[in-house]
């Protein structure tokens, strides 16, 4: 059950307005770069720039009181694996039935193992791929439960290609050309269709029907839809409806997808956006940026106007990563302060 607040009033009073509150913190000698939840919320993948793979044990938030929690503890670790990559860790995705975690670097390889999830460990041999030239900025899984396929999509630096490998047999089986700058973001939001934004300036769709993408976005439209910025971050909402991606800039822009039409942009940042993200139902949207904060933007309304954005999270250095919970309402934000932090609202 979701367990989103639909209710929470961005434009009150700083004193007024509820607060997340720091629940717990991972700390690392380097930089955190990729989280990622479990799909059932227990846990979460944790991977950092001193080659170092974690999974830590969601707490219990009942725990949790409005202000009375005063000390920030560790998150209990289950796994931890050291020099698990020959370089740093960039991102971190499970599959969407948590039965295989997956890893890319800057060493240009990708590591994925299975995961049993009753006993919440790791189980047989790690595979590694060795199918990107540069180094694996994202990715994302394209799971079919009807049919047991699990396929990954990876992309980075190097040839600008999109792969997708067969997590089942280990062998990748398409490519995917068109974009002509590092990819630095991909997302998913089926078993078919998945999105792409480039240094190139672009956002791609694409759908593993078919072998060239399917719509693209791009700043020459007379629109100037996504401006002159690097595409830093793409989300897409559980409907498929609504895109948001992140720019070099600091603005996001939401997209009307079946209008194909830009909705807005707006800016609630100071500096380049790392990653976006929607809220499980879609009523709120995360951001977080080079400035160092995570903002959330509420989307219950007119989206065409002016967007309420407000501070819920903040770091000593850059912000780089963000993740909802799958049911609660609480997120995971990681940064280039060394830390990997889990935010929750208090109990009323």
Request: glycine share 6%; net charge neutral; charged share 20%.
């Amino acid at each position: 059950m979701n367990s989103e607040a639909k209710d929470l009033d961005l434009r009150k009073g700083d004193a007024e307005r509820p607060h997340f509150e720091a629940v717990t913190t991972l700390c690392d000698s380097q930089a955190i770069r990729s989280v990622d939840f479990h799909p059932n919320g227990k846990l979460y993948a944790v991977g950092s720039n001193s080659k170092t793979f974690r999974i830590c044990q969601y707490p219990q938030l009942s725990k949790l009181r409005n202000g009375q929690q005063t000390t920030v503890y560790p998150p209990s670790v289950l796994c931890k694996r050291t020099k698990h990559h020959r370089g740093s860790i960039y991102c971190t995705c499970w599959s969407r039935d948590g039965e295989i975690i997956a890893t890319g670097s800057n060493d240009k390889t990708i590591k994925y193992m299975r995961f049993n999830n009753d006993t919440n460990q790791l189980v047989g041999h790690e595979m590694e791929l060795n199918i990107h030239d540069g180094t694996v900025r994202d990715m994302c899984f394209l799971d079919d439960s009807s049919t047991k396929s699990r396929l990954l999509v990876s992309g980075g630096a190097g040839d600008c290609k999109i792969y997708i490998t067969d997590c089942v047999s280990g062998t990748p089986f398409q490519a995917f050309s068109g974009h002509s700058g590092h990819i630095l973001s991909l997302f998913s939001w089926n078993n078919a269709m998945f999105v792409s934004g480039s240094q190139d300036q672009t956002i791609r769709f694409w759908d593993l029907r078919v072998n060239v993408s399917v719509n693209t976005l791009e700043h020459e439209r007379k629109d100037n839809t996504l401006g002159n910025s690097a595409v830093t971050a793409v989300c897409v909402d559980p409907t498929g409806r609504l895109l948001v991606s992140g720019h070099a800039d600091s603005s996001c822009v939401l997209y009307d997808i079946r209008g194909n039409r830009p909705i807005q942009r707006f800016y609630p940042h100071s500096a380049e956006i790392r990653c976006v993200r929607f809220s499980p139902s879609a009523y709120y949207m995360l951001t977080c940026s080079y400035d160092n904060s995570v903002k959330l933007t509420d989307l219950q309304g007119d989206l065409a106007h002016e967007l309420s954005s407000v501070v819920v999270a903040e770091h000593k250095d850059k912000a780089i990563t963000i993740r909802w919970h799958p049911t609660e309402f609480s997120f995971i934000s990681t940064s280039a302060d060394k830390t990997a932090t889990l935010w929750a609202l208090p109990p009323s």
